[in-house]
């Protein structure tokens, strides 16, 4: 078939209400691209919503009022309405395997406090079309480490493991100011992806800020990225060492982490350690330490290994006490270790994790200081 006979579709929203299903599909309008003169006067996506009871039906409705049949091999983006997630995916997401058009790298999002619908059309980024926009701030995911990129195929992985939660990207519309002053209005929306939304059987139960999901990424070996920021230790800056009192935060950028996980036996007790090793370049330190003096710089190591191992603390208890259930993967780790023990304790795993014990072991090292070894707010001596 010629391509201006099918409606190419990139981003799919899907919400409930009422009973019934809503399927918001953003489709590529392939006459904003030809040679016409009022090509430039057209939109580049066009929405096509359909309701029904199940998802193939509201699909299926979308033909009684668009003048195309949608084609799927191209969506890469697939939004979860928050109240739709409440309510559970589970029963709604057969399609995703079993239709042949779907592709299986599509990432998947939740709406935080939204329909999906209310989120699509948003597109603010140098995409050319508000779907790509999402798409693309979905996979800066390896600058920031605040987010999480989970397609299709990942999902049904975490999916039948009925002892694990599974933690999905999330999406949310928010108004920052306009600073173009050529457009009209004091606010423009955007799309931020910061956090992430915890499932347990397919259904929403909460979640993660931008800060525990970073927390997240360590503790699972998924980090690529992410700024660290701490505080200089005050007894630095209580020596001689001190310089300049102006600031007292320093920040590093992750590069490159490695996080072992292993649970032991202690007493007839499970306990948890987690260990990681990061290394990163100093981007920033507003205290006025002079760096190039190597116990300074241990110090400091020092203070962002702690500060690592604060970011994992808070996840770990958010994840056993607010959420009650296993996002890190724990109970596969006894499962290959402990076979027996497994058995006896699967159906009470949830009761086990959140009185888990554990133990956070963090080493960092400053790769690099950057081109300046003292800093430019030094206070030379007299």
């Not at 159906?347 to 072991?361: C, P, R, V």
Request: charge should be neutral; charged fraction near 30%.
């Amino acid at each position: 078939r010629e391509l201006d006979t099918r409606g190419i579709v990139i981003a799919t929203g899907i919400d409930r209400e009422d009973g019934k299903i809503i399927v918001t599909n953003e489709v590529i309008n392939p006459a904003s691209g030809s040679e016409s003169k009022n090509a430039s006067t057209m939109e580049i996506t066009i929405y096509v919503q359909g309701i029904g009871d199940t998802v193939e039906g509201a699909i299926a409705k979308t033909t009684l009022s668009f003048d195309r049949e949608l084609y799927y091999p191209h969506n890469f983006i697939i939004i979860f309405g928050e109240e739709f997630a409440k309510q559970g995916i589970g029963a709604y997401i057969d399609i995703l395997t079993r239709s042949s058009e779907q592709r299986e790298q599509a990432y998947l999002l939740i709406a935080k406090g939204s329909r999906a619908y209310d989120i699509m059309g948003i597109g603010s980024g140098m995409a050319d079309s508000p779907g790509r926009y999402i798409y693309d701030i979905i996979k800066e995911d390896i600058y920031n480490g605040m987010s999480r990129s989970i397609n299709v195929s990942e999902f049904f992985k975490y999916y039948y493991l009925q002892e694990e939660g599974t933690v999905f990207g999330v999406a949310r519309a928010i108004k920052k100011p306009q600073v173009d002053k050529s457009k009209s209005g004091s606010e423009v929306n955007v799309i931020c992806v910061e956090g992430g939304a915890v499932l347990k059987n397919g259904k929403l139960v909460g979640y993660f800020t931008g800060d525990e999901m970073k927390g997240f990424n360590f503790a699972v070996d998924k980090l690529k990225s992410s700024v660290v920021s701490f505080k200089t230790p005050r007894y630095l800056t209580e020596s001689e060492d001190f310089i300049d009192g102006s600031g007292g935060l320093t920040s590093v950028r992750i590069f490159k982490s490695k996080t072992k996980k292993d649970v032991k036996l202690i007493d007839g007790k499970l306990k948890l350690f987690i260990e990681v090793t990061a290394r990163a370049p100093l981007k920033e330190e507003t205290q006025g330490l002079d760096i190039s003096k190597h116990r300074v710089k241990e110090e400091m190591e020092k203070a962002c290994a702690k500060k690592i191992e604060s970011t994992i603390s808070k996840t770990m208890e958010k994840t056993q006490k607010e959420f009650n259930i296993d996002t890190l993967g724990i109970g596969r780790l006894v499962h290959r270790k402990y076979p027996k023990l497994w058995k006896e304790i699967k159906d009470d795993w949830d009761e086990i994790f959140s009185d888990l014990n554990y133990t956070i072991n963090v080493k960092v090292r400053f790769a690099d200081t950057g081109f300046t070894n003292t800093p430019p707010n030094i206070r030379k001596d007299k």
